[in-house]
């Protein structure tokens, strides 16, 4: 059992870089593989990168690599995706999870435990 709160979204300018965190409490860390999702307005929750439970396998979707990058620091029980050269399709509410099987999955239903979400606008 784990409760996840994100935190370090807002607006920012095409071009720009944001650090999304993701706090941990009431479990472990590393005990999870870790997941970043985010889903935008009118659209499906989409999978967006993922962490081994020690944080060195990982592995991003198509329109994030190069761009973004998962990390984990397990000693202070938080999850990260620092976000550079954002575009206006980035926009959408951020999700950290964690998956208590560690599959490191691209998929939603493998994942147990949700933070609230945060918002990421990207002006064009």
């Known amino acids: 059992q784990v409760q996840l709160a994100e935190s370090g979204g807002g607006l920012v300018q095409a071009g720009g870089s944001l650090r999304l965190s993701c706090a941990a409490s009431g479990g472990t860390l590393s005990s999870y593989s870790m997941g970043w999702f985010r889903q935008a307005p009118g659209k499906e929750r989409e999978f967006v990168a993922t962490?081994?439970?020690?944080?060195?396998?990982?592995f991003s979707a198509e329109p994030v690599k190069g761009r973004f990058t998962i990390s984990r620091d397990n000693a202070k029980n938080t999850l990260f995706l620092q976000m550079n050269s954002l575009k206006p399709e980035d926009t959408a509410v951020y999700y950290c999870?964690?998956?208590?099987?560690?599959?490191?999955?691209?998929?939603?239903?493998?994942?147990?435990?949700w933070g609230q979400g945060i918002q990421v606008t990207v002006s064009s």
């Open positions: 962490i081994s439970r020690n944080g060195g396998s990982t």
């Open positions: 999870a964690a998956d208590r099987n560690a599959y490191m999955s691209g998929k939603r239903a493998d994942y147990d435990y």
